[in-house]
């Protein structure tokens, strides 16, 4: 209770700093993207169906008299007709370019994650809930609502430079028989330079994270590092990441802790209303009942492709494609392709 009672303390103090106007500035925007998946597993039945992503949000904010901004948002829809996202904290932005997120804030490290290309399109080959491996770079990345992030400004240190800082600490929550997130401390930066024509983006992150679970200790909690570089040349864009890290209480189910690795590659070409987009991404891990060790492998390997054609100003069409090798426990299963064609409506 102290550490709530501290946390709103210092909300409202800051929040109270400094007056503000008697009505904040609200926008909207949001997106609409449906089309069909054609699904082809290996050793399964094709399959076809209508996928949906809808998105609505309100973005609101406020400038104080002394030129600090307060601002806020909040999902009305969030993809295929799910709650909406309610849980935003808010931002306060500082007149020398630097920020504080307050309430749920995340983890700086995840935040840092370079893009790297891949399919535009909503296709996937699904795997059976046991195969633990990862696709992303920022898997491990896990925070609690009781936290705070601090952003740099930019050419932090450094021409180029931007950092974050961000903390949780215990939601109160008891323990019980599935893992949860008790507290995490994590750095990330990002760094931008030019290389004569090109745009060079470097992007990593570091993250711990502390949990627990009734009766079981866990052997790895989360924590983790991800590093990725960025090219811009033009109309062409290239990165590659690399990550490493340790998972308890996700992945396999909330009883169980993995160890995994990813890479990802790809590349992005612009040119006129045509986007092409290629990318592959591979990652192991290692899954066991939290407590245990030994286990076997587990192992995704996806390669994906799109075309985009921007149709009109906010409205996309998509043909994409994505081929998945799978391993779960050792043995190869859930192999496939698929492919996407739809449209994106953004406003």
Request: aromatic share 6%; proline share 1%.
């Amino acid at each position: 209770m102290k550490k709530e009672l501290l946390m709103g303390t210092a909300l409202v103090s800051t929040l109270g700093a400094a007056s503000v106007a008697e009505a904040v500035t609200a926008t909207m925007s949001g997106n609409h993207q449906t089309g069909i998946e054609f699904d082809s597993p290996t050793g399964g039945t094709d399959t076809n169906a209508q996928v949906n992503d809808n998105n609505f949000s309100v973005s609101l904010s406020e400038t104080t008299d002394g030129g600090m901004t307060i601002s806020s948002s909040f999902k009305l829809m969030d993809e295929n007709g799910s709650a909406g996202d309610l849980d935003a904290g808010f931002t306060l932005a500082f007149t020398d370019g630097s920020k504080l997120d307050v309430i749920n804030a995340g983890n700086a490290s995840g935040g840092h994650a370079v893009s790297v290309p891949g399919s535009a399109g909503a296709e996937g080959v699904a795997t059976t809930s046991t195969n633990s491996a990862q696709t992303g770079l920022d898997f491990m990345t896990a925070s609690t609502v009781l936290g705070v992030e601090y952003h740099t400004a930019s050419d932090f240190l450094a021409d180029g430079l931007k950092m974050s800082f961000s903390a949780s600490s215990d939601s109160g929550a008891a323990a019980a028989t599935t893992y949860r997130v008790d507290s995490h401390v994590a750095i990330g930066a990002t760094y931008v330079t030019d290389l004569g024509d090109t745009a060079l983006t470097i992007g990593g992150g570091y993250s711990v994270v502390d949990g627990s679970k009734s009766n079981t200790a866990p052997t790895n909690d989360n924590n983790g590092i991800h590093v990725g570089l960025s090219a811009v040349t033009g109309d062409l864009t290239v990165a590659v990441g690399y990550a490493d890290g340790e998972v308890a209480g996700s992945g396999l189910s909330s009883a169980s802790e993995y160890e995994a690795d990813v890479v990802k590659a790809g590349v992005k070409y612009v040119t006129g209303d045509l986007t092409f987009n290629v990318g592959i991404a591979s990652g192991d891990a290692k899954d066991n009942t939290i407590g245990s060790s030994g286990g076997n492998d587990d192992s995704k390997d996806v390669t994906s492709a799109s075309v985009s054609y921007a149709v009109a100003s906010g409205v996309t069409a998509i043909l994409g494609y994505t081929s998945l090798e799978a391993s779960d426990e050792g043995s190869a299963t859930d192999d496939g392709s698929a492919w996407y064609i739809g449209a994106n409506m953004s406003f």
